[in-house]
């Protein structure tokens, strides 16, 4: 099964608005990443929170990481149409084959 | 030009046939995998490696065949296609440096089986 779960599983918004997506998981992590997927293409990295880190900032992308919760949310600020896309949350469980195990996503529409 | 790259993009084939999906990667990452991607099911691992000749399986394994003979290719191939791999397939490279792990993904390979 997958490690990680998003939440919601769609999300519509107004451009402008904020958009936080949720991420569940079930075991211990080395780090907690998340990913992009624009229709068609393939995964982008976003953003990686390391296991010891609670909260990390990259322009309008904001990540938080609570361990005990195993959860983690992704919020992106100031919401353009172009941020939509579908948005994958990836766990490290730190082993030597860096295997990355993903959820099911969370699809982003962004209304201009 | 730099990065990982998958062909063909799409690919239409028959029930019971042999294909084979390529990925090439230019930075000469020692990780590489394979995953499949289908909705409600997100992104599932099918096969990784290590390095050139080590290979291991992933989520989902049966009914693929993985080779590694050089860093650069991962070619992954379907003995005999079923309907139900019927998916799309992202190949992904990943760099580690310390704690700090980041996966580069192809654009993927859409393969239908009639």
């Known amino acids: 099964s997958q490690q990680g779960e998003e939440d919601p599983q769609a999300l519509s918004i107004q451009e402008g608005e904020n958009a936080t997506m949720n991420c569940s998981y079930k075991t211990s992590i080395n780090n907690l990443q998340w990913y992009r997927q624009n229709s068609g293409r393939g995964l982008v990295h976003l953003i990686l929170i390391r296991s010891n880190e609670r909260e990390k900032h990259s322009g309008r992308l904001r990540v938080t990481l609570d361990t005990s919760k195993k959860s983690s949310s992704l919020l992106i600020t100031a919401s353009r149409a172009a941020d939509t896309a579908s948005y994958f949350c990836?766990?490290?469980?730190?082993?030597?084959?860096?295997?990355?195990?993903f959820g099911q996503g969370t699809i982003l529409t962004v209304h201009p | 030009d730099a990065g990982i790259t998958q062909s063909p993009r799409y690919k239409i084939t028959e029930t019971g046939r042999q294909v084979t999906l390529m990925c090439h990667q230019t930075w000469s990452h020692s990780y590489m995998f394979w995953y499949r991607q289908d909705l409600g099911h997100g992104l599932r691992l099918i096969y990784y490696?290590?390095?050139?000749?080590?290979?291991d399986k992933g989520e989902v394994p049966d009914g693929y065949v993985v080779s590694r003979s050089k860093t650069e290719n991962f070619p992954l191939t379907l003995e005999s296609a079923t309907r139900s791999q019927t998916s799309v397939y992202f190949c992904a490279s990943i760099t580690r440096q310390g704690q700090h792990t980041e996966a580069f993904f192809g654009q993927g390979t859409r393969l239908t089986v009639v």
């Open positions: 990836a766990t490290d469980g730190g082993t030597s084959y860096g295997k990355l195990t």
């Open positions: 490696s290590a390095a050139a000749d080590i290979t």
